[in-house]
């Protein structure tokens, strides 16, 4: 499985962007996708998760009601919506895929992830 990750770049605070994950070289109706970021000198923080129907969705805390997750089953691609975006939103967004039971919240439960897009906001 292949995860490409796209759609980062400089943004003024309050703006938006929304970031790409195509999904490659699996089924992707079977995959659970994640969201994470990592800002530097920090751990990598759960964003988002998406089920592999699409019925459920998580979010952090620090983006809920910002931030929205989403999946196009004709594209293979999970989509992140993140409007309303803060300085302290600046990371490296790195989106990984895991089929089959998982926590989607923990990092350490997928199998595949992305290379990751830099998101910079400025104040």
């Not at 800002?39 to 923080?45: L, N, Q, S």
């Not at 983006?63 to 293979?76: E, L, M, P, Q, Y």
């Not at 300085?87 to 439960?109: F, M, N």
Request: aromatic content about 12%; glycine content about 14%; hydrophobic content about 30%.
């Amino acid at each position: 499985v292949q995860l490409q990750a796209s759609g980062g770049g400089l943004v003024q605070a309050g703006g938006s962007r929304r970031l790409s994950c195509a999904v490659s070289g699996g089924t992707f109706s079977k995959s659970n996708v994640g969201w994470f970021r990592q800002a530097p000198g920090k751990e990598r923080d759960f964003v988002a998760g998406i089920s592999w129907s699409g019925l459920s969705t998580y979010y952090a805390d620090s983006v809920k009601g910002r931030f929205t997750i989403s999946r196009d089953s004709a594209k293979n691609t999970v989509y992140l919506q993140m409007n309303g975006l803060k300085p302290e939103d600046t990371a490296v967004y790195y989106c990984a895929e895991k089929q089959g039971p998982l926590s989607i919240r923990l990092h350490q439960d997928y199998d595949y992830w992305g290379q990751g897009t830099l998101v910079t906001v400025s104040s």
